[in-house]
Nanobody
C-alpha cells in the first residue's frame, strides 16, 4: 500500500487548508485511516482517525479539524479551519488494515502504512 499525501502549504492564522491522502496498491480492506502530525523535536501526535464506524479527533482539535473519506477514490481528507501557529507541523497519513478499538486509533504504533509528510506552516 502506498499513501500519497498532499495539500500542505503556508497559510495565515485563521485560514484553512485541506489535506488529501490517496491510497494505492493492494489496498484491500481498510480498518482505519488517520492523520498524525509532528513538529521538529516533538513526538508524533495523533490528529484524527476515520473508520466505517466512527471518527475520532484529538481533544484539542475538535471543532476545527474534520476528517472525511471518499471510498470510491480511496482517499482520506483532513479539512483544517481556523488554523493557528501551533498547528505548524508535518502532517502524515496512516492506514491500519484491521479494525481496532477507539483508544488504539490514537497510537501511531498501531498503523501498518505511512505516507510521506506534507508540511503545514501557519504564519503571518
Amino acid at each position: 500500500v502506498q499513501l500519497q499525501a498532499s495539500g500542505g502549504g503556508l497559510v495565515q492564522p485563521g485560514g484553512s487548508l485541506r489535506l488529501s491522502c490517496a491510497a494505492s496498491g493492494r489496498t484491500g480492506s481498510t480498518g482505519v485511516m488517520a492523520w498524525f502530525r509532528q513538529s521538529p523535536g516533538q513526538a508524533r501526535e495523533f490528529v484524527a482517525a476515520w473508520t466505517a464506524l466512527n471518527t475520532l479527533y484529538a481533544d484539542s482539535l475538535k471543532g476545527r479539524f474534520t476528517i472525511t473519506r471518499d471510498g470510491a477514490k480511496n482517499t482520506v481528507y483532513l479539512q483544517m479551519d481556523n488554523l493557528k501557529p501551533e498547528d505548524t507541523a508535518s502532517y502524515y497519513c496512516a492506514v491500519r488494515r484491521s479494525r481496532i478499538v477507539v483508544s488504539g486509533q490514537r497510537q501511531s504504533s498501531n498503523y501498518d502504512y505511512w505516507g510521506q509528510g506534507t508540511q503545514v506552516t501557519v504564519s503571518s
